[in-house]
């Protein structure tokens, strides 16, 4: 029967059909390489966070995190290429002064002799740190041979954690040594340890004796919930009971009141936020949370068009049967409206989540005290505050940021899909 179908179809119909298949592949090729383009970003910031400093600003990109490797007192160790040695120099112990104890790297040239013995002890000057700067000191001081260092060698320093390095490398702690180019080698290693530098800048402003939910970061992520949670519930509840009134109740006025609260969609937040302001410093919210849930409350345009569009696509045989047996608007909200509704307030409280979490304009605005910051706050202090904080600590800390989104959003995705496919479909 099949060959008698296709004796009827019009010549040619076999080709243009492949024709059509073949352009419709490369359609769905061109789109999942499209995709993948916007997950770009997302890898690069995932990529840096793994990374140490010296490979976050390289060209082209280092997308695969590596370690830097070279002997340290015998053995391998991770290690920062710092410099290439560019005239031959001198490794040097010093024995006395403030540098007691440290390396220092000397000229060649600066030595009195022809020839330098490893042990050889001399007096020289050398540079110490002052007033966050190293200057030379004009008192020399005993210093030991430990031995030359040929033009071309890299001076490499021992790689430390970026919240302790600061502080390790004050205090001469941090070991270092001059090797040959042959003698170091790279692997791929991921540099976890970012994380907890993310978190420890971030902790730094809170107090000694805190406790660890009291802190910077745990204090940034208590708050944000707190926001996202009450917010989610407000605009979740109220959208609820104004779309169903749009839906299913008729009243004076119902058309044009959805008409303003679509209208309400097409103003910039801009030219609501100085009047927004002053109505919340008038009652006098500033510096509170308060702004920033409370408005979510009274609704939400887009969420109130969602909700409404997917109440009409629900049979109304039910909400008619439900009325004869005598139950009231509400009891038909609850009981037949919301457990058909799931995927759909699924997805407002989704939008909702991820708006609140990410918001970053209204805790600007309304939040004075550090100790009421969220994590868009937190993330943008932690920029500002150290200054020249590295890239690799702050795209670990905005990967924390993230995560808990990425994972909502796939634990999610079902239901979201469903109540986009569903929202707008009438019965």
């Not at 050398?126 to 200057?135: F, L, N, P, S, T």
């Not at 001081?141 to 390790?168: A, C, H, N, Q």
């Not at 800390?397 to 496919?421: D, E, Q």
Request: glycine content about 8%; some cysteine; charged content about 20%.
């Amino acid at each position: 029967m099949a060959a008698d179908r296709e004796d009827h179809l019009p010549s040619g119909y076999g080709r243009m059909e492949r024709g059509w298949r073949g352009w419709a592949m490369l359609a769905h090729a061109i789109l999942m390489v499209a995709g993948l383009l916007f997950l770009l970003p997302l890898l690069w910031m995932a990529s840096t966070s793994l990374k140490p400093n010296d490979q976050t600003m390289t060209f082209p990109p280092t997308w695969i995190p590596k370690a830097t490797l070279a002997p340290l007192d015998g053995k391998e160790t991770i290690v920062t290429k710092d410099r290439q040695v560019r005239e031959a120099s001198v490794l040097v112990l010093v024995l006395e002064g403030p540098a007691q104890g440290q390396r220092r790297l000397l000229l060649r040239s600066e030595f009195p002799d022809a020839r330098v013995e490893p042990g050889a002890e001399y007096r020289m000057q050398i540079k110490v740190a002052q007033a966050g700067r190293e200057v030379l000191d004009p008192t020399p001081v005993r210093v030991r041979i430990l031995r030359d260092v040929p033009e071309g060698y890299w001076k490499v320093t021992e790689w430390t954690p970026e919240f302790s390095r600061e502080r390790e490398q004050s205090k001469g702690v941090v070991r270092w040594d001059c090797v040959p180019e042959t003698a170091i080698s790279v692997k791929p290693h991921a540099f976890v340890s970012n994380y907890s530098a993310a978190i420890t800048r971030m902790d730094a402003k809170g107090e000694p004796d805190a406790a660890w939910y009291d802190r910077g970061f745990a204090r940034y992520v208590r708050n944000t919930l707190w926001v996202c949670f009450m917010s989610v519930f407000g605009v979740v509840l109220s959208c609820t009971l104004v779309a169903y009134a749009f839906a299913f109740l008729e009243f004076p006025g119902r058309n044009v009141l959805f008409a303003i609260s679509l209208a309400v969609m097409m103003i910039p937040f801009p030219a609501t936020m100085v009047p927004l302001f002053d109505v919340f410093r008038w009652m006098g919210w500033v510096g509170t949370f308060k702004p920033l849930w409370a408005p979510a409350w009274f609704g939400g345009a887009f969420y109130i068009f969602l909700l409404r569009q997917f109440f009409l696509g629900l049979p109304k045989d039910l909400l008619d049967a439900a009325r004869i047996d005598g139950c009231s608007e509400l009891e038909i909200l609850w009981h037949i409206v919301v457990p058909l509704a799931r995927p759909a307030l699924a997805m407002v409280a989704l939008f909702q989540f991820i708006g609140a979490w990410k918001d970053f304009m209204g805790p600007m605005l309304y939040l004075t005290d550090p100790s009421q910051f969220t994590l868009s706050l937190g993330l943008q202090d932690l920029q500002s505050q150290h200054g020249g904080t590295p890239w690799n600590v702050l795209m670990a800390a905005n990967m924390m940021f993230s995560l808990p989104l990425i994972v909502l959003f796939l634990l999610a995705r079902k239901t979201f899909m469903r109540g986009i496919a569903m929202t707008g479909m009438k019965g």
